[in-house]
């Protein structure tokens, strides 16, 4: 428990330190070529929506397995839900890499 309350406070610092990083007008004037913010953001976004997918992804296909194993006769059924739902959370990690290509400003 005390691992989880410990990144979770690491990963309030990093988001709360972003803005303290950030450049002031005249300095990135002068600075040139900075870091493209918006690039950083669909880069942890994508980061984000991969890790939550593939947590959801082991977690249906560890439920499909253990309903398969207690009801061979429902496998079939079982088989369909576990495609049918692979495929929804895979098109929701697909919906954030678009949105976090819109915010980085690649189309």
């Known amino acids: ?3 989880k309350i410990l990144g979770l406070m690491v990963l309030c610092l990093l988001a709360l330190a972003m803005p303290a ?11 040139g ?12 976004a994508i980061g984000v ?12 296909v560890s439920s499909a397995c ?7 006769g429902a496998a079939d ?3 369909f839900a576990l495609i049918l739902g692979l495929a929804l959370i895979e098109s929701l990690v697909l919906y954030a890499l678009l949105i976090a290509a819109k915010g980085a400003g690649l189309f």
């Open 1 to 3: 428990m005390n691992k």
């Open 21 to 31: 990083m950030a450049e002031t007008g005249a300095e990135a004037g002068a600075a």
């Open 33 to 44: 070529a900075g870091m493209d913010l918006g690039m950083l953001g669909a880069a942890f």
């Open 49 to 60: 929506a991969a890790a939550g997918g593939a947590v959801g992804q082991a977690k249906a």
């Open 66 to 72: 253990s309903a398969m194993a207690r009801n061979p």
């Open 77 to 79: 059924n079982v088989r």
